[in-house]
């Protein structure tokens, strides 16, 4: 559980104590640690309206895509004579009210829970967010003898997550009754209380303000409606209930699936200590209900999330983290069913880099379909599933392989077998400014040909498993040509390996570790070595590798300022947790005998967890204050961190029942046949 205490709970230090729960249908509910939104993104049920098939409950007509429903409630208590404001917000130049001044303690560990004084007495007052559905539950309770009266007013103004907030008064209209109220645009949506009664009384709650927003040089205010208010009696020992839900659920009914919910979330633990056999501890506990958050099933369709709030599923981010969410945790069926969906949706040889609110692809990764294929190496591998790989998998893998040797939209091979991608800004350093990628990356790149060779071996192995000779005696020879190729890669400086060749760039990146944590590595070991020890001096950190070396006229070293500034920065500098699996990979390689110190290493993640966004990780983190910035809860950072952590934990704890990696294959030494671009895999 992660704690806070009054001393961390202020409007200045809480927009850096935030918390996230997903529902597991592209929803959450998110705030910071006193309940002041400082995002537009932040709301107390943010629901996937795509999820809803055709019409809603009232027959009105679904919108697509996220929306901010139930931005927050306003709460007021009386015990004793005294009234106690307990809700804090920003408005130009002024927190009001300050409740935040009644509130001594934060707690989080699958939900948050939020503890105000309130003189002689103490209110809990939880957030539960139920899994599989689009509704949330807000509950109070009285802790010491005593009653109290209760008073609260939702508030809300729904829109689109990504649309900015506007200050315009707007009339919603509802309908009500004593019991709560219910909206129909843009779906069905209603509130209601347990016990309490609801009182129509319309009003606009002007200029609330977004601080976090409004450092990202973005709109920030935004008039907030709330269409009336509850009224309630609470006495020690009883509970109030408030239930938000798309899904037409009570409050009686949705605390029913909570108590399930329950079982569900330590069922999850447990499958990851059953599944890896690595013993439970309160870093895995938190890595795995982390995870969870990402993983996404409606309308019949299963995904990842790339990261919260804004983003939506991506599909180099999910082949990225697909091992350490799913394979690490146990929940291989989920894995098996997110590959087949993502094998159905390549083009042209292409993986959509990320799916809209819209529901529609974009395909513009150069490297998303190599993902695609090493994360099917690491589930057959996890697995030894090859009959589904065979029966399901091998056709697209295929496709992909000759896609780039035939030349895609977005990369070819060259005649030195080596790949080329064709336009700048289609790695994973995307970052663009006007237009203008910051990282052209344009031309041969270093982790991609790395990620080409190792998957080429791969498909050489399976070529041998299903014995497809035809696809062997084409693998074959390139994967020796991108083998020799590579060495086109070193540096005649000091820096390691070229970040991209053809046209050179010696930028010190931590592109390169790839060459070295990859299976089947295209360097020898002094290379290796060398390499390594390259990127521990120059770009390591315990919380992820800077992006750029701190030598270079081109660092940076902060995240602040608008969009433009901040994309400046975004791979020239910052820290990226993800990038930790692949640097303590080659530690394993070069220094196989290292795990205990890299467990040791994790510690700082560990601590980490509980700043920034309660029980996960972010996108980045700050060089200067080693803060956490960007996303507030990033996919592949978590899964990256569980991966690794999984196999450095069962290395110390089962050592011979563990093997890093797979020893290197002498298949690519198969053949003699010159690469001939035109002969298809089919």
């Not at 609470?234 to 659920?249: I, K, M, R, V």
């Not at 969906?341 to 809209?356: D, K």
């Amino acid at each position: 559980m992660i704690s806070l205490s009054a001393f961390d709970l202020t409007p200045s230090k809480a927009l850096r104590h935030e918390w996230l729960m997903a529902n597991g249908r592209g929803g959450y509910s998110s705030s910071t640690a006193i309940g002041m939104n400082a995002r537009k993104y932040h709301g107390l049920l943010v629901a996937d309206l795509s999820n809803l098939s055709g019409k809603t409950a009232s027959r009105a007509p679904v919108a697509k895509g996220r929306h901010v429903l139930l931005s927050k409630f306003e709460e007021a208590v009386e015990s004793d004579g005294v009234e106690f404001q307990l809700s804090t917000n920003a408005y130009p130049n002024a927190i009001y009210p300050e409740g935040f001044r009644h509130l001594v303690g934060f707690e989080f560990s699958s939900h948050p829970t939020f503890i105000y004084s309130l003189g002689g007495r103490r209110l809990e007052k939880s957030i539960r967010l139920v899994h599989g559905k689009d509704t949330v539950v807000v509950s109070y309770r009285i802790v010491g003898k005593g009653a109290a009266s209760i008073f609260v007013r939702p508030l809300l103004f729904p829109r689109p997550i990504h649309s900015d907030p506007t200050v315009s008064d707007k009339r919603i209209e509802f309908s009500h009754d004593s019991r709560g109220f219910e909206l129909n645009s843009p779906s069905h949506m209603r509130v209601c209380s347990s016990h309490g009664r609801f009182s129509p009384a319309p009003t606009n709650y002007r200029n609330a303000i977004y601080s976090l927003e409004r450092e990202r040089g973005y709109p920030h205010a935004e008039t907030l409606f709330s269409p009336g208010g509850f009224s309630a009696s609470l006495s020690q020992g009883e509970e109030l209930h408030f239930c938000c839900s798309l899904d037409g659920l009570s409050p009686s009914e949705a605390l029913d699936l909570l108590d399930r919910q329950s079982a569900r979330l330590a069922r999850l633990q447990s499958q990851f200590s059953q599944s890896s056999g690595v013993p439970r501890t309160d870093f895995s506990d938190m890595l795995c209900l982390a995870a969870d958050s990402f993983v996404v099933s409606a309308a019949g369709k299963e995904g990842i999330i790339a990261g919260y709030p804004w983003f939506s599923q991506w599909g180099r981010d999910a082949m990225i983290s697909l091992p350490g969410l799913l394979l690490s945790t146990g929940r291989i069926p989920l894995a098996r069913e997110i590959l087949l969906r993502h094998a159905a949706s390549i083009r042209g040889g292409l993986l959509p880099n990320f799916t809209g609110e819209d529901g529609q692809p974009s395909y513009n990764s150069s490297d998303a379909p190599l993902w695609f294929i090493n994360a099917v190496r690491q589930f057959a591998e996890h697995t030894g599933d090859f009959e589904f790989v065979r029966n399901s998998l091998w056709k697209p893998m295929r496709a992909i392989l000759s896609s780039y040797v035939q030349g895609n939209e977005l990369a070819r091979m060259d005649d030195d077998c080596l790949i080329r991608t064709l336009a700048p800004a289609m790695t994973w350093m995307d970052a663009q400014v006007d237009g203008v990628a910051v990282t052209s990356r344009k031309g041969k790149c270093v982790e991609i040909n790395a990620l080409w060779r190792s998957n080429l071996c791969f498909m050489l192995e399976l070529s041998g498993r299903f014995n497809d000779r035809r696809t062997a005696s084409i693998v074959a020879p390139i994967a020796e040509g991108a083998k020799n190729s590579f060495q086109k890669f070193l540096s005649a400086g000091d820096g390691g390996l070229f970040d991209v060749i053809e046209p050179a760039d010696s930028s010190l990146r931590p592109n390169q570790i790839f060459a070295v944590s990859l299976p089947h590595s295209p360097l020898n070991r002094i290379q290796q070595l060398y390499v390594f020890n390259l990127v521990r001096a120059r770009l390591y950190t315990p919380l992820g590798l800077r992006t750029l070396a701190v030598q270079d006229s081109r660092y940076h070293g902060e995240y602040t300022g608008n969009s433009q500034q901040r994309d400046s920065a975004y791979h020239q500098g910052m820290i990226w947790p993800w990038l930790l699996g692949a640097f303590y990979d080659a530690q394993l390689r070069v220094h196989p005998e290292s795990a205990p110190q890299i467990l040791s290493a994790l510690k700082p993640l560990a601590a980490a967890m509980r700043e920034g966004c309660a029980g996960t990780l972010p996108e980045i983190y700050e060089p200067k204050s080693m803060s956490p910035a960007g996303a507030v809860s990033q996919a592949w950072s978590v899964a990256e961190a569980l991966r690794i952590y999984t196999k450095v934990k069962g290395a110390v704890s089962i050592p011979r029942q563990f093997s890093f990696s797979r020893p290197l294959s002498a298949c690519c030494n198969q053949g003699q046949l010159a690469p001939d671009r035109n002969r298809m895999l089919g």
